[in-house]
């Protein structure tokens, strides 16, 4: 196994990999801007909802947050060339972790991979060959790297896979209402609409979804099926992005198919001029054994535990919402609901009237209320904001939630003061009501 992961191959699936890449970071920033999400997450908003812990990274005041993506947007083109590599990814990874980690309204699990990728990309020999800094430097220029680093990036696709696979065992999704709800919301010309919301499509779509996570790196990993998995994977992803608009994803997704076909197939298509490798070339080079030994396989390690971690948490992840995150739980269910906060003066007992829509956008607003988190987060900016007027506050809030459009239920125990109620990381905050408790609460 070690002579089969630390034996030198073709770099040319890297290469192109890191040429897809950079195009596609620099599309997602530029992107970002032209079709108004940088105005509609940080500058039409007073404050952001940052990941717990996090509350001081907020936006840039002003147009400044347009600056910044204008940045991460030439970084991206940068990397895309190969000049300066590691200081241009580097650069490019700190500021979106910012973007990341600062703002929980619109979240999506691929801008988390885009943040992984990132990270994995840093320590890969990815500008060695057709890049800038091979041309500069002809020192670093090569035409292999260790096989490990194509297997590395095959486990981190098929992690996301699997656990996506997981996730979508249960009813709503099983028994199609997910998936009818998103694809009746989603398609708005009316003939596909019409189709898309037949029972047997919706459930073929349920149930393709299922079986494409389940099995597409396995098809992709045996010669004789792999070209096919790569035509369900283009039909797949070119589906999404027509139908649900989810950005750079089904791209960024299909970019993965490189480090699966031989890395001749690859040069042969993408770099017709690149010297094939020989045996001695082979038994020569740099195969980055620390790197793989010390930071990626306890990053592994890290990318299995971080999944499985809501099923040590009481109660259900599709309720609570505990655990959700970091876990590729992807587009798998619906929340809808509402979210009031009772404001109370403890020295006088009197009510102090509160408008949350004062203070935060639709947006957020919806996104807000129905999740536990940013319910709680948005409690203790209440209380902080009436300590500065030197008023000590007690927050209650009378949450209401549904999954997938079944009926309301009681989400928040609404006689717990949030402002004195403690946010747990890693077991389940006991002021969220379990789905199984609802009916006793109720009564």
């Given at each position: 196994?070690?002579?089969?992961?630390?034996?030198?191959?073709?770099?040319?699936?890297?290469?192109?990999?890191?040429?897809?890449?950079?195009?596609l970071l620099a599309c997602e920033t530029f992107g970002a801007i032209l079709t108004g999400w940088v105005k509609e997450n940080f500058i039409d908003v007073e404050f952001t909802f940052s990941h717990i812990g996090l509350n001081w990274l907020q936006p840039l005041p002003g147009n400044g947050m347009y600056f910044y993506f204008c940045i991460m947007g030439i970084l991206g083109l940068l990397v895309?060339?190969?000049?300066?590599?590691?200081?241009?990814?580097?650069?490019?990874?700190?500021?979106?972790?910012?973007?990341?980690?600062?703002?929980?309204?619109?979240?999506?699990?691929?801008?988390?991979?885009?943040?992984?990728?990132?990270?994995?990309?840093?320590?890969?020999?990815?500008?060695?060959?057709?890049?800038?800094?091979?041309?500069?430097?002809?020192?670093?220029?090569?035409?292999?790297?260790?096989?490990?680093?194509?297997?590395?990036?095959?486990?981190?696709?098929?992690?996301?896979?699997?656990?996506?696979?997981?996730?979508?065992?249960?009813?709503?999704?099983?028994?199609?209402?997910?998936?009818?709800?998103?694809?009746?919301?989603?398609?708005?010309?009316?003939?596909?609409?019409?189709?898309?919301?037949?029972?047997?499509?919706?459930?073929?779509?349920?149930?393709?979804?299922?079986?494409?996570?389940?099995?597409?790196?396995?098809?992709?990993?045996?010669?004789?099926?792999?070209?096919?998995?790569?035509?369900?994977?283009?039909?797949?992803?070119?589906?999404?992005?027509?139908?649900?608009?989810?950005?750079?994803?089904?791209?960024?997704?299909?970019?993965?198919?490189?480090?699966?076909?031989?890395?001749?197939?690859?040069?042969?298509?993408?770099?017709?001029?690149?010297?094939?490798?020989?045996?001695?070339?082979?038994?020569?080079?740099?195969?980055?054994?620390?790197?793989?030994?010390?930071?990626?396989?306890?990053?592994?390690?890290?990318?299995?535990?971080?999944?499985?971690?809501?099923?040590?948490?009481?109660?259900?992840?599709?309720?609570?919402?505990?655990?959700?995150?970091?876990?590729?739980?992807?587009?798998?269910?619906?929340?809808?609901?509402?979210?009031?906060?009772?404001?109370?003066?403890?020295?006088?007992?009197?009510?102090?009237?509160?408008?949350?829509?004062?203070?935060?956008?639709?947006?957020?607003?919806?996104?807000?209320?129905?999740?536990?988190?940013?319910?709680?987060?948005?409690?203790?900016?209440?209380?902080?904001?009436?300590?500065?007027?030197?008023?000590?506050?007690?927050?209650?809030?009378?949450?209401?939630?549904?999954?997938?459009?079944?009926?309301?239920?009681?989400?928040?125990?609404?006689?717990?003061?949030?402002?004195?109620?403690?946010?747990?990381?890693?077991?389940?905050?006991?002021?969220?009501?379990?789905?199984?408790?609802?009916?006793?609460?109720?009564?």
């Amino acid at each position: 196994m070690k002579n089969y992961l630390f034996r030198q191959i073709d770099n040319a699936p890297l290469i192109v990999f890191r040429i897809f890449f950079g195009f596609l970071l620099a599309c997602e920033t530029f992107g970002a801007i032209l079709t108004g999400w940088v105005k509609e997450n940080f500058i039409d908003v007073e404050f952001t909802f940052s990941h717990i812990g996090l509350n001081w990274l907020q936006p840039l005041p002003g147009n400044g947050m347009y600056f910044y993506f204008c940045i991460m947007g030439i970084l991206g083109l940068l990397v895309m060339a190969g000049y300066k590599y590691r200081l241009t990814l580097g650069a490019y990874t700190l500021l979106w972790a910012g973007v990341y980690f600062m703002q929980k309204t619109s979240y999506n699990n691929h801008y988390y991979l885009l943040l992984l990728v990132c990270i994995i990309m840093w320590f890969l020999p990815a500008n060695t060959y057709a890049s800038l800094d091979a041309k500069q430097k002809p020192s670093i220029r090569s035409l292999t790297m260790p096989a490990w680093c194509s297997w590395l990036m095959i486990t981190q696709v098929t992690i996301v896979y699997f656990f996506a696979t997981i996730a979508k065992f249960y009813p709503g999704w099983l028994d199609g209402t997910f998936t009818k709800n998103l694809l009746d919301r989603s398609v708005t010309i009316p003939v596909l609409h019409d189709i898309f919301t037949q029972k047997w499509f919706y459930l073929f779509i349920a149930y393709a979804g299922i079986a494409f996570d389940l099995l597409v790196v396995p098809l992709l990993l045996f010669k004789k099926t792999r070209t096919w998995a790569f035509i369900a994977s283009l039909i797949f992803h070119l589906f999404n992005s027509i139908t649900l608009q989810i950005g750079i994803f089904p791209f960024f997704a299909l970019s993965f198919v490189v480090f699966f076909y031989p890395p001749e197939k690859i040069r042969s298509i993408f770099f017709k001029k690149k010297p094939a490798i020989n045996e001695e070339i082979t038994r020569k080079g740099n195969s980055y054994k620390t790197t793989l030994y010390y930071f990626f396989i306890p990053y592994l390690i890290l990318q299995l535990a971080l999944p499985l971690r809501h099923y040590l948490i009481k109660g259900d992840v599709f309720w609570t919402e505990e655990g959700h995150r970091l876990s590729w739980r992807m587009m798998l269910r619906t929340r809808n609901g509402y979210t009031t906060y009772k404001v109370v003066d403890k020295k006088t007992g009197n009510p102090i009237p509160y408008n949350v829509h004062t203070k935060m956008t639709r947006k957020q607003y919806n996104s807000m209320c129905t999740k536990p988190d940013m319910i709680w987060q948005f409690a203790q900016r209440i209380k902080k904001e009436q300590a500065q007027k030197g008023i000590d506050v007690a927050i209650y809030a009378q949450t209401e939630a549904a999954i997938n459009g079944a009926p309301l239920k009681k989400l928040i125990n609404s006689t717990v003061d949030l402002g004195e109620a403690k946010w747990h990381y890693f077991s389940h905050s006991p002021w969220i009501i379990l789905y199984e408790d609802i009916d006793t609460s109720q009564k």
